[in-house]
């Protein structure tokens, strides 16, 4: 069934607790927790419960969870103190563009200069 957890799945393994992860904010649909290779000060995965594969398919499926992956994301960056200064937030499409989990998620990005264009 598209949304049910995989059992090869390390994000579905840290919403269920068999995994550890350092979380900062949850809700209902969502898991944010920090990552365990940060490329900032900040750097906060935001994750649905549900699986599914990217932040694209996510919204097909399931638009409002989308939405609380992203509302989550500035509440994220309030909590961190980095709403004020700017943060980014990112989703990894592919092996191409850098993806490993395949499970969609947020990366929530602050408390450096963030250059643009992104590398
Ligand atoms: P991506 O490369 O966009 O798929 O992002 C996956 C992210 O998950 C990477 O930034 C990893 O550092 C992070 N990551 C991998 N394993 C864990 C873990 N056990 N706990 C927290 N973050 C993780
Ligand atoms: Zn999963």
Redesign the pocket.
Same mark, same amino acid.
């Given at each position: 069934m598209p949304g049910e957890p995989q059992a090869d799945c390390?994000f579905c393994k840290?919403v269920k607790g068999e995994?550890p992860?350092t979380v900062v904010r949850e809700t209902e649909t969502t898991v944010a927790?920090?990552?365990? #290779?940060p490329?900032a000060p900040t750097h906060v995965?935001v994750i649905p419960r549900l699986h599914y594969p990217d932040a694209a398919s996510l919204a097909a499926a399931e638009p409002t969870v989308l939405a609380d992956v992203l509302r989550e994301a500035g509440e994220v960056a309030e909590q961190e103190k980095v709403a004020g200064t700017g943060y980014r937030v990112v989703f #990894?499409t592919g092996a191409g563009a850098?993806?490993?989990?395949f499970h969609a998620?947020a990366?929530v990005l602050g408390g450096r200069g963030l250059e643009w264009p992104p590398g």
């Amino acid at each position: 069934m598209p949304g049910e957890p995989q059992a090869d799945c390390l994000f579905c393994k840290i919403v269920k607790g068999e995994i550890p992860a350092t979380v900062v904010r949850e809700t209902e649909t969502t898991v944010a927790f920090r990552d365990i #290779n940060p490329q900032a000060p900040t750097h906060v995965l935001v994750i649905p419960r549900l699986h599914y594969p990217d932040a694209a398919s996510l919204a097909a499926a399931e638009p409002t969870v989308l939405a609380d992956v992203l509302r989550e994301a500035g509440e994220v960056a309030e909590q961190e103190k980095v709403a004020g200064t700017g943060y980014r937030v990112v989703f #990894n499409t592919g092996a191409g563009a850098g993806q490993t989990v395949f499970h969609a998620h947020a990366h929530v990005l602050g408390g450096r200069g963030l250059e643009w264009p992104p590398g």
